[in-house]
């Protein structure tokens, strides 16, 4: 039973935002880093993904949609994401085979929160969506048929930080990594015994500038410019993924 956990969402292939989070004394420190899933499809795939093997077993992994989404632009069905596309041509087979064998939930014992089920963004879909002020009656939808013992889900996929309770059970998002909906910065959750919703700030300039000269991706100034600096409000991204969560 890991009694802490560092959960890290959504890195979408950022590595100077990835380094900043793990040079973080308590990620350090932590028993165990669970990724839930969005891991390499950005600007930096190849580099995020060598830097989290390296870590070996102190990582657990949790695929995503976008993760599933760089195997299949490789096997000839393209993404509808640009930088998705030019990722999966990034990537090496060692690679490939990792994100193709991601498990879409892992859920493990955790000190202070119990049977804790870790998705991307529902228990049930990878795509599907939940917000902070989602409906119950759509949480009860997506959580049909999860074991009544779990107490804790901890998901990602919308890139905005929460924690709120949905029928007396715990739902945490820790944000995103790498394109954070809300403010500039590293966004991640502490797991046990209790929740600490976290923000790594680090110089978001000195980042945009590494992401522009290190990747070989065409737009990568103009993507880094974008969404490492956070460029959209939390109220902008409710308003656009509300539709998707059935309201």
């Given at each position: 039973m890991p009694n802490r956990v560092a959960v890290l969402s959504d890195i979408h292939g950022v590595l100077p935002a990835l380094e900043a989070v793990l040079a973080e004394p308590d990620v350090a420190a932590a028993d165990l880093i669970m990724?839930?899933?969005?891991?390499?499809?950005?600007?930096?795939?190849v580099e995020v993904l060598d830097v989290l093997a390296g870590l070996g077993d102190r990582v657990c992994w949790v695929g995503g949609n976008a993760d599933r989404e760089l195997v299949e632009a490789r096997s000839g069905r393209p993404a509808s994401i640009e930088v998705s596309n030019w990722?999966?041509?990034?990537?090496?087979?060692d690679h490939l085979a990792r994100l193709a064998a991601l498990p879409p939930t892992v859920?493990?014992?955790?000190?202070?929160?119990?049977?804790t089920l870790f998705c991307h963004a529902t228990p049930r879909d990878d795509e599907e969506v939940v917000?902070?002020?989602?409906?119950m009656e759509r949480w009860a939808e997506v959580f049909a048929g999860l074991p009544a013992e779990i107490g804790t889900v901890v998901c990602g996929h919308t890139h905005m930080p929460f924690a709120r309770l949905v029928d007396r059970r715990l739902v945490v998002n820790p944000g995103s990594i790498?394109?954070?909906?809300?403010?500039a910065g590293a966004w991640w959750a502490l797991l046990g015994p209790g929740v600490q919703l976290r923000r790594t700030h680090f110089d978001v300039d000195a980042a945009c500038a590494r992401v522009a000269a290190e990747s070989t991706y065409?737009?990568?100034?103009?993507?880094?410019d974008e969404y490492v600096r956070s460029q959209y409000s939390d109220a902008?991204?409710?308003?656009?993924?509300?539709?998707?969560?059935?309201?």
């Open positions: 990724l839930t899933g969005d891991i390499a499809a950005g600007p930096q795939p990722a999966a041509g990034q990537l090496r087979d859920t493990l014992e955790i000190d202070g929160l119990g049977p917000l902070v002020d989602s409906r790498g394109m954070p909906y809300g403010g065409p737009d990568a100034a103009a993507w880094a902008e991204a409710l308003a656009v993924f509300a539709p998707r969560d059935g309201r």
